[in-house]
């Protein structure tokens, strides 16, 4: 009988735990115009093991405001950034690629130079997940995800 008991009230623990998303981020780098730009991005690719989630905000000590944003095509073609209030969609097993002319962390008001091979802290707010804090190297030269510049034309 005391067997039966745990093992249901285990099985009832097992159950009311949540399940969340899984979330690694990698690929991650972060850049500016030029060294004494007030502003910067950070690119990355978010993977998701888990369930759905919502990448809903994101800040940073090295700006005044950190803000998630998006390229979109205005009128006669012109592409504009934007401010993405409600966020982002994390599929269940999916990902969101933060690239260069799409979504990326906007950091506004830097409160310092981006300096190469410097290390942002940022901070991921999700609304399943919560907060996951990254260390984001500052890559000045870098063109694309999987893309680095060798000084050879590439």
Do not use: C
């Not at 735990?17 to 115009?33: G, L, M, Q």
């Not at 905000?57 to 209030?85: I, K, P, W, Y």
């Not at 599929?91 to 300096?115: D, S, T, Y």
Request: charge should be negative.
């Amino acid at each position: 009988m005391f067997k039966t008991i745990l093992i249901a009230g285990a099985s009832a623990l097992f159950l009311a735990v949540p399940s969340f998303a899984e979330i690694t981020v990698d690929d991650a780098y972060a850049r500016s115009a030029s060294p004494m730009a007030k502003s910067g991005a950070a690119f990355m690719m978010i993977h998701n093991s888990g369930e759905a989630d919502r990448l809903i905000g994101a800040s940073s000590d090295a700006a005044a405001r950190t803000e998630l944003h998006t390229h979109l095509e205005g009128e006669n073609g012109v592409m504009r950034m934007v401010h993405v209030e409600e966020g982002f969609d994390l599929p269940a097993e999916g990902m969101i690629a933060m690239q260069r002319g799409g979504k990326h962390v906007m950091l506004m008001g830097l409160k310092g130079a981006m300096e190469q091979d410097a290390i942002v802290t940022i901070t991921l707010t999700f609304e399943k997940a919560g907060d996951i804090v990254i260390d984001v190297p500052v890559d000045l030269e870098r063109q694309d995800h999987g893309v680095m510049k060798h000084g050879s034309g590439n």
